[in-house]
Structures are given as structure tokens and as C-alpha cells.
């Protein structure tokens, strides 16, 4: 294995011959590391990224053409595209605070602490409820899911066993008759 080319061994990884991956792990960790830690500062994080190029080494489907340069190259530029997306990850991961419930119900202003917002949830509840008469058990229970109990169309359409399209399908005609006789509920025109 030691004889072969960078070349040869990336053959072999695309054929999934471990042994190949071992000796381009053990030629190149040490450029793959310390790349990775100059650029995060931070030995765990270079570790994730060592990790995460030679997983990808093993998982691509292109892989290293020697037409196009260098092996070394190919690799560095796996390396500085994992570490650029480690570091969008981390700012994405850094911008949102994580709040409990309980924290976000004790803000001021929060509107769930307004009594004139439960007030009118509350009756919007009421009249959607009303409004249930004319929808068919799959669509009451495709409201109640999807608003009142918080699960995606996705989650759902996986519940029900059914395509995403026929859940948005249902989705639509159930908003479409609600919002008819809602309006009429209230005294305005029916569409």
C-alpha cells in the first residue's frame, strides 16, 4: 500500500478498500490537522474537520482526477470548504439563544401574557371549532395537528402514511371552506 500513488489509493477508496483510506489517513492527517487547527484554534474542532474530510474522501462519488492538479491540493481544498461550512455552522449555531418556555412566558410584552391576545385566540378557537361541521374527519384532524398540537405537514404527511402533496392538497380545501363560512359566521360576504 505504501508504494502506491495518491492516485492508485483514491481508486482503491472509491472501490471501498479500507486499507487505502488508512495509508492517505496516515500520509496526510498531520497537513489535514494542523490546516484545520490554524484555522479554528481549537484542537477539538480540527479534529471534527479531520474527521469530516476523510469521511468525505470515503463517501464521494467524484473523487480526485489527476488531470486536474495535484492530490494535495484536491485535499486542501476539501479541507478549507469543511472547515469554511464548520464555521457558518458555528455562527448560525451562535446567533440563536436557546429559551425555555417557562423563560419566554415570563417576558414582558410576551404576547401569550396578554390577556386581550387570549382573549382573541381563544375565540378564534371557538369559531374555528364551530366551523367543523363542514369539514371531514381528516381535515378536523389535519387542523388540529397541524395548529393546535404544532406538528409540521411533513411530520404529519409521515403520521397519516400519505405524500406531502396530498396534505397540502387537504390542507388548502380546508383553509378554503374555513375562511368561507368563518366569514360568514362573522356577518361578512361569503366568497
Keep these: ?8 489509493l483514491m481508486q482503491l477508496i472509491k472501490e471501498k478498500y479500507r486499507p487505502a483510506l488508512e495509508e492517505l489517513y496516515d500520509r496526510y492527517i498531520k497537513l489535514v490537522y494542523s490546516f484545520s487547527l490554524n484555522s479554528t484554534k481549537d484542537p477539538d474542532k480540527a479534529k471534527v474537520i479531520v474527521q469530516a474530510v476523510f469521511m468525505r474522501i470515503w463517501t464521494t462519488e467524484n473523487g480526485y482526477n489527476p488531470e486536474k492538479g495535484q492530490f494535495v491540493n ?10 469554511i461550512d464548520h464555521h457558518r455552522k458555528e455562527k448560525r449555531e451562535n446567533v440563536f439563544v436557546a429559551i425555555e418556555q417557562e423563560q419566554l412566558e415570563q417576558i414582558p410584552g410576551n404576547p401569550s401574557n396578554n390577556p386581550a391576545e387570549i382573549v382573541s385566540r381563544k375565540l378564534l378557537r371557538e369559531q374555528i371549532q364551530k366551523t367543523y361541521q363542514y369539514l371531514s374527519n381528516n381535515q378536523i384532524e389535519l387542523i388540529q395537528w397541524l395548529y393546535w398540537e404544532g406538528y409540521t405537514l411533513r411530520e404529519i404527511a409521515e403520521m397519516k402514511q400519505e405524500p406531502l402533496g396530498t396534505i ?3 390542507l ?3 383553509l378554503k371552506i374555513l375562511r368561507n363560512h368563518m366569514v360568514t359566521e362573522m356577518g361578512g360576504m361569503n366568497k
Excluded: G
Design 168 to 170: 397540502k392538497s387537504r
Design 1 to 8: 500500500m505504501q508504494k502506491k500513488s495518491d492516485a492508485e
Design 172 to 174: 388548502h380545501q380546508t
Design 74 to 83: 484536491w485535499l486542501l481544498t476539501i479541507t478549507r470548504n469543511i472547515t
